[in-house]
């Protein structure tokens, strides 16, 4: 019987570690040794009898941004999916974490802004939050002390390919070429992967490719956190895209080495809060208090500033001629609009798909479409929820997909309900962090109660800023 959407989902969500683990493979290896790559490897050492991960940076031990993932030293959360996914493989990750410096985010420090209005209530699932690179430190501290995974400093340039499977990795180190015998390979090369270009110069197909515009511009700055700071951890302050002129939102979070992160972003030619400046009169004015009790403290560097041009997925799982032992994880595969903060959340969904593909006795002489299916579940549900809001950004005039309204529409009435029913809340928040399937929000009895609290509250204050527009 073919599984709903949901229901794949809800299984691939599964917290608890897997009971059966069988090995099947001799040497599994992937490209690329970021947070996705990182956890591919931690499913791969249940199933096989080495793991090498290859990355073109020296991590080393150290949490600075580093080269090969430039979006580190912006503003990244954590959502709670993905860190009930971390637990799930890497059991007592969160207490860890915490030890090393994380920081909790309980419900009661949360804050949520639309307009300046706070949401009520909401989702009670456990965050944390520290530093991009601080976060990976963690993944990789983790990682790495399993005694089947080591890790290779080299800049993969190609694979090998024999009888319909791929068969080994070509890398460069140091001027000296060489090659990796490999069982399985995993491409976690983020958004720049040329696995696209390697697979067609080899005469296999090439993915197509999706690209929904976007134009943000991020800016992140890291504040000293001092005595008698509020207690607060992770504020989300929106902008109605269609009423304010050139900021989206602001994000306010606790990071390790008892410091404040403050990230802003702007759309198009907006591109707030670049300039040390910019960024404190903005958090002083233009947002909830909580930003400028908070401003006014040491910034500590530079502003980091980022633009993201577009979100960007290849359809692995449309090809009909690929190679066996080959997928596909991460940034690799779909680079959704960074604001919504799906990315590593996702990559861990995305390690339940592979955990799921090894344990089912899948032939592995064969393309791994089994795979890429269970993922096409995961980032058709990252994909929808972060492209169905862009759509609806007045600088964005790409065609709507069909069914675009009407889902816009519901979508629409549960955000503004959100804002009067803390039941709402919940249900929003946990698809937001990806704890339930978008498709729950669909449900007629949660869209009825939806249009039903609107409805009271249009009739009871016309002109609330929540209530009397739609937005994303
Ligand atoms: C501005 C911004 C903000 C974001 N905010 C959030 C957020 O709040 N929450 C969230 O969950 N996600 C966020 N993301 C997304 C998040 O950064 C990624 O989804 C996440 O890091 C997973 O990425 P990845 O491991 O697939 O790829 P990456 O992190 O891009 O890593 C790719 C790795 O491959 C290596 N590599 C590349 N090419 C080669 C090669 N040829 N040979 C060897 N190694 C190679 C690189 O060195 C790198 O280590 C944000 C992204 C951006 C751009």
Redesign the pocket.
């Known amino acids: 019987m073919k599984h709903s959407p949901a229901a794949v989902f809800a299984r691939l969500s599964n917290p608890s570690p897997p009971a059966v683990t069988p090995v099947v493979l001799d040497t599994a290896v992937v490209?690329?040794?970021?947070?996705?790559?990182?956890?591919a490897a931690r499913v791969f050492s249940d199933h096989a009898a080495t793991v090498i991960v290859?990355?073109?940076?020296d991590?080393g031990t150290g949490t600075d941004p580093?080269?090969?993932?430039?979006?580190?030293t912006?503003?990244?959360?954590?959502?709670p999916s993905?860190l009930v996914q971390l637990e799930r493989w890497f059991p007592g990750f969160t207490e860890q974490a915490l030890a090393a410096g994380a920081r909790a985010a309980p419900p009661s420090g949360r804050r949520f802004y639309f307009e300046g209005v706070r949401r009520a209530g909401g989702s009670q699932a456990m965050m944390l939050t520290g530093s991009?690179p601080f976060l990976?430190a963690q993944i990789r501290r983790h990682a790495l002390s399993l005694p089947n995974v080591k890790t290779t400093t080299?800049?993969?340039?190609g694979l090998e390919f024999g009888e319909g499977a791929v068969a080994g990795v070509r890398?460069e180190s140091g001027g000296q070429e060489g090659v990796e015998r490999a069982d399985f390979v995993m491409d976690?090369?983020?958004?720049?992967?040329?696995l696209s270009e390697w697979l067609a110069q080899a005469g296999w197909e090439r993915p197509a490719v999706r690209r929904i515009r976007v134009d943000?511009n991020?800016a992140?700055a890291l504040l000293r956190r001092e005595d008698g700071d509020p207690e607060i951890n992770g504020v989300l302050a929106l902008r109605s895209p269609a009423r304010s002129a050139d900021v989206a939102g602001a994000?306010l979070t606790q990071v390790e080495g008892a410091r404040w992160m403050i990230?802003m972003a702007g759309y198009a030619d907006g591109q707030p809060g670049r300039t040390a400046e910019d960024l404190v009169r903005r958090c002083k004015t233009e947002f909830p208090r909580e930003f400028g009790q908070v401003a006014g403290n040491e910034i500590l560097g530079e502003v980091r500033s980022?633009r993201?041009a577009d979100s960007l997925r290849r359809d692995f799982h449309g090809l009909t001629r690929m190679p066996a032992r080959l997928a596909v994880?991460?940034?690799?595969?779909a680079?959704?609009n960074?604001?919504?903060?799906?990315?590593?959340?996702?990559?861990a969904l995305q390690a339940s798909c592979l955990s799921e593909y090894l344990r089912s006795d899948a032939d592995l002489s064969r393309p791994a479409r089994e795979f890429f299916a269970l993922q096409k579940v995961v980032v058709d549900a990252v994909w929808g929820i972060a492209t169905g809001a862009d759509l609806a950004l007045p600088h964005i005039d790409e065609p709507y997909p069909r069914g675009y309204r009407l889902l816009r529409w519901i979508n629409s009435q549960v955000r503004a309900a959100s804002f009067l029913d803390p039941e709402i809340a919940r249900q929003l928040e946990e698809v937001t962090w990806m704890l339930k399937h978008p498709s729950s929000l669909a449900a007629p009895g949660t869209v009825i109660r939806a249009v039903r609290a609107n409805r009271r509250a249009r009739t009871r204050a016309p002109a609330h800023p929540v209530t009397s527009t739609t937005h994303g």
């Open positions: 490209l690329g040794g970021s947070i996705a790559g990182l956890l290859i990355d073109r940076d991590p580093r080269a090969g993932a430039p979006q580190a912006q503003m990244h959360s954590l959502l993905g991009r990976e080299a800049r993969v340039t890398y976690a090369m983020g958004r720049s992967s040329r943000l991020y992140t994000a990230g980022f993201h994880m991460g940034d690799a595969v680079s959704t960074p604001v919504y903060g799906q990315g590593m959340a996702s990559a």
